[in-house]
């Protein structure tokens, strides 16, 4: 149960920091310090984002005049856009075996990591 709220509060902070948590953060922690499947792990962290976790730090960056209301216009539309590609996702996921899906994962982080170091650079 503890690793579990610090796994959360890890995501939490990454999420607060640069607006990640869930696939980035939470699936593979849950893999590597639980012993999750890659699905498993992907259904566990989309189950903790129905919540509303990102309350707090949008409201903080809400006061700090950062988030206007234009912005968060668009991040409603976001939301419509993960919550029909949510489910996409996982009908797809439920299709293939976990070390294809792991695999797929892996690549996806790379592929970030690699625009991130370009594009910082």
């Known amino acids: 149960m503890i690793l579990a709220v610090l796994i959360g509060l890890a995501a939490g902070v990454a999420s607060g ?3 990640i948590g869930g696939g980035v953060v939470i699936v593979p922690m849950l893999a590597f310090f639980m012993g999750y499947s890659t699905q498993q792990a992907a259904a566990t962290s989309l189950a903790a984002l129905l919540l509303p976790v990102g309350a ?5 960056y809400w006061r700090a005049g950062i988030l206007p209301a234009s912005h968060i216009m668009i991040a409603l539309l976001i939301a419509l856009g993960l919550m ?3 489910f996409a996702g996982a009908k797809l996921a439920i299709t293939l075996s976990n070390i294809w899906l792991s695999r797929a994962f892996a690549i996806f982080l790379v592929l970030i990591a690699i625009r991130m170091w370009v594009k910082a650079g």
Not at 56 to 60: H, K, T
Request: neutral net charge.
């Open 17 to 19: 920091l640069f607006g």
């Open 56 to 60: 707090l730090g949008v409201y903080a």
């Open 84 to 86: 029909l590609g949510a």
